[in-house]
Nanobody
Framework: VQLQASGGGTVQAGGSLSLSCAAS????????MGWVRQAPGKQRELVAA???????KYVDSVKGRFTISRDNTKNTVYLQMNSLKPEDTAVYYC?????????????????WGQGTLVTVSS
């Protein structure tokens, strides 16, 4: 499986962005998927994850603002980000893991995509 993230950019605080992560391969639906971000000078954190059946989890700082979803027919996972704040500025990565929630580091996962930069200006 290869993961290709897209959709990053620059937005003003309060704005919205939508990230996509397209997966190659025919077994996408068996993986739990997640979005991990790394802000400048900070450790990576798992911000949102979704199981193959659609169960979701979020870090507290994005609850109510971010929504993770997946379309197994398109082998794609999405992250809709609303009410963006400057502290959401980070490189966002997508990750895939079988049998457990994705982790915040590449080695914690089965697959790891390249990042996409999100910049939120104040």
């Amino acid at each position: 499986v290869q993961l290709q993230a897209s959709g990053g950019g620059t937005v003003q605080a309060g704005g919205s962005l939508s990230l996509s992560c397209a997966a190659s391969g025919r077994t996408f639906n068996i993986y739990l998927m997640g979005w991990v971000r790394q802000a400048p000078g900070k450790q990576r954190e798992l911000v949102a994850a979704i199981s193959s059946g659609g169960t979701t989890k979020y870090v507290d700082s994005v609850k109510g603002r971010f929504t993770i979803s997946r379309d197994n027919t398109k082998n794609t996972v999405y992250l809709q980000m609303n009410s963006l704040k400057p502290e959401d500025t980070a490189v966002y990565y997508c990750a895939a893991k079988r049998f457990a929630w994705p982790g915040s580091n590449p080695d914690d996962n089965d697959y790891w995509g390249q990042g996409t930069l999100v910049t939120v200006s104040s």
